[in-house]
């Protein structure tokens, strides 16, 4: 079983382009997470998705990023207009459907996103 | 809201030393608890966890205790190995597929 995967592993950008993050879950998971981890410190929830719907937001940036999981397809994020701030590495996780409990989060090896 | 709290690193040592890295966590009910590790240039996975008050998670010789009245999980490890040479993340989440809160991270130098 494939685990968590995340392209590009490393992605650079000049200040202003448009950044594309791919995650694609562990085969039969429907939870994906996605964290940012900025330089020397620890990750920060950014949103929660399940397929077609964004569950929690609440650490998203308002203005510029994005994200969606769609029905077919890897969860991508989506950052506008980027800007230095915004290199960092992003990770990805997902856990199972349902049940009661902790399902557990596993992690994707993350995209080290660089802007220039 | 949430929050973790733990020792700021690095932490060096020598091989087969004793390691302590103190976590504590602020949240309301009751939280499962999580050690993260991070080897260079890879994603974060699972050490070990707790869901309840006085679990203890182990794996790999590392050992914490889920302590509610100090509101702590310090892990713990005999004796490391340079291969022990990480960074460990404390965590917490408060339901079933919640986000994990996560503290700053500690960075282990183990030399030989």
């Known amino acids: 079983n494939a685990g968590v995967m995340q392209n590009p592993r490393h992605l650079v950008r000049r200040r202003g382009q448009e950044a594309r993050l791919r995650c694609s879950p562990m085969?039969?998971?429907?939870?994906v997470y996605w964290y940012r981890q900025l330089p020397e410190e620890g990750l920060k929830f950014m949103v929660y998705?399940?397929?077609?719907?964004?569950?929690?937001e609440s650490g998203m940036p308002k203005e510029r990023f994005s994200a969606e999981f769609p029905k077919e397809g890897p969860s991508i994020l989506r950052i506008q207009q980027v800007v230095r701030g915004d290199s960092a590495a992003y990770f990805c996780?997902?856990?199972?459907?349902?049940?009661?409990?902790?399902?557990?989060?596993?992690f994707g090896p993350g995209t080290r996103l660089t802007v220039l | 809201g949430n929050s973790v709290t733990q020792m700021e690193g690095p932490v060096t040592l020598s091989e087969e030393a004793f390691l302590t890295i103190n976590c504590t966590y602020t949240?309301?009910?009751?939280?499962?608890l999580f050690w993260y590790v991070q080897y260079p240039g890879e994603g974060l996975q699972l050490l070990l966890k707790?869901?309840?008050?006085?679990d203890k998670g182990s794996n790999k010789g590392f050992e914490a205790t889920y302590r509610k009245e100090t509101t702590s999980f310090h892990l713990e490890k005999g004796s490391v190995q340079v291969s022990d040479s990480a960074v460990y993340f404390c965590?917490?989440?408060?339901?079933?597929?919640?986000?994990?809160?996560f503290g700053g991270g500690t960075r282990v130098l183990v030399k030989p």
């Open positions: 996780a997902s856990s199972p459907l349902g049940g009661g409990g902790y399902n557990e989060q596993f």
């Open positions: 085969k039969g998971h429907s939870h």
């Open positions: 998705l399940q397929k077609e719907n964004i569950i929690d």
């Open positions: 949240a309301t009910g009751y939280p499962s």
């Open positions: 707790a869901t309840k008050a006085d």
């Open positions: 965590a917490l989440t408060r339901a079933a597929g919640n986000k994990l809160t």
